[in-house]
DNA sequence: TCTGGGGTCCTAGGACCC
DNA sequence: TCTGGGGTCCTAGGACCC
């Protein structure tokens, strides 16, 4: 996990029904992009053709989780805060996101909630509690829409808008309105295009308004590593300081079609474009429309008993089933995922004869794929995800 | 101190067909 | 008897993000 002035944000529990994989989709947007629009929805394009929005901001909750427990609890108000799990750190389970006064401490998303208490000792451990977030993220994005601007919602914390105009006055207002509406800050980033205002964002937190455009982009960015990009993670850093690139300026100089070769034929040259600033990706409002949903837990104590097991696959099944019934969508796919004692994660899939809404031939169909698997070792982790038909 | 839960998309290899 | 390519579908794994 990068530290430091790394521009990503803190991360979150994330709520289903939210636009997600959008990195992917900014990859792939010259192949999608005649379908974006068939869904409804307004969309965007932030260059300036013909008086369509100039600027796009991104939007971003400080510590958002953290801040809504301060709020309902105004006493814990400068105290080192870390929400995670069940609120035990002594229970399996990692940080979701920790206050500005725990990450002092070392204490960030992401990091086991046992070793968060060993770094802070003095912090309050409190549980999640997804309702709660969910509702005010819901106020967050109402604020936001009364600009009239198009809204893309990224996460229960984070927006892109579309905006014409000055785009300081305009985030001036988004910080007023946030706040007026939830009690809560917020950053603003300012771009030419969604990865720009992304990437702006880390550098305004906290509290803050950040512009970064196609002329301060080296500026800014350039002797930075690959992986303070949006999109590059610390394995491809690896694999492309293997190649001897090693800032975000050694990425936009390097050629497409070599690390088309070495990457990939769509990341590779995709990667070079992130490195330049270029995106151009739409914002837009269309409904998401998932393809795909799972549950998964991890064991406090991990399964001895495959007869347990089969047992807590049948029961995530069901879950799977209702939560899937309830939007009415049909299941054509089904897989399962089993994690061993020392973290080996593997999984194994079915697509059924023919798409089902039915429960029981959703766990029937779990059931069957778990005999794929051969080891018998204990388990820590199962999860079932059905994917949709499309 | 072991490493959550919710997702998306890409890749590579094999099967299969023409 | 040996040897093609191209296309599509499926599967498991991997990387990344919130």
């Known amino acids: 996990m990068p530290t430091g002035p790394s521009p990503t944000s803190p991360s979150s529990v994330d709520r289903t029904s ?191 308004i950040f512009r970064l455009t196609g002329e301060t982009w080296f500026e800014v960015l350039g002797d930075r590593p690959a992986d303070a990009l949006w999109g590059i993670g610390a394995k491809t850093a690896k694999r492309l300081k293997g190649l001897g690139i090693g800032t975000v300026r050694d990425l936009a100089a390097a050629d497409p079609a070599a690390l088309a070769d070495a990457i990939g034929p769509t990341i590779g040259p995709w990667l070079v474009r992130l490195a330049q600033g270029r995106d151009d990706s739409p914002v837009s409002d269309a409904p998401y429309v998932p393809r795909s949903r799972g549950r998964e837990t991890t064991f406090q104590r991990d399964l001895d008993d495959w007869d347990d097991v089969r047992r807590e696959v049948a029961r995530l099944a069901r879950r799977v089933a209702r939560d899937v019934t309830a939007d009415g969508r049909q299941i054509a796919r089904v897989v399962v995922k089993v994690r061993y004692a020392p973290f080996i994660t593997q999984t194994h899939g079915r697509t059924l004869d023919a798409p089902t809404v039915d429960p029981e031939r959703i766990e029937e169909a779990a059931l069957d794929v778990l005999d794929a698997f051969a080891g018998r070792r204990p388990v820590r982790l199962l999860g079932v995800r059905a994917e949709f038909a499309r």
């Open 18 to 208: 939210w636009r997600r994989g959008h990195l992917r989709s900014l990859q792939s947007h010259g192949r999608r992009a005649a379908n974006d629009g068939a869904a409804g929805g307004r969309s965007c394009w932030w260059r300036n053709n013909g008086g369509v929005a100039r600027w796009v901001l991104h939007v971003d909750l400080d510590q958002f989780i953290a801040a809504v427990e301060v709020l309902r609890r105004p006493e814990l108000s400068g105290r080192p805060v870390v929400v995670g799990g069940d609120g035990d750190p002594t229970k399996r389970g990692v940080v979701s996101t920790a206050s500005y006064e725990a990450r002092a401490h070392g204490v960030h998303s992401g990091l086991p909630l046992r070793t968060a208490a060993r770094r802070c000792p003095e912090a309050v451990f409190l549980p999640v509690d997804r309702d709660l977030y969910e509702d005010v993220s819901s106020q967050v994005m109402a604020a936001l829409r009364s600009l009239g601007a198009v809204v893309e919602v990224m996460g229960w914390d984070e927006a892109f808008l579309a905006v014409d105009g000055d785009p300081e006055e305009m985030a001036r207002e988004i910080r007023e309105r946030v706040r007026a509406a939830t009690g809560l800050e917020c950053t603003v980033g300012i771009g030419q295009n969604k990865l720009q205002a992304k990437l702006a964002t880390g550098f305004g937190k906290p509290a803050g």
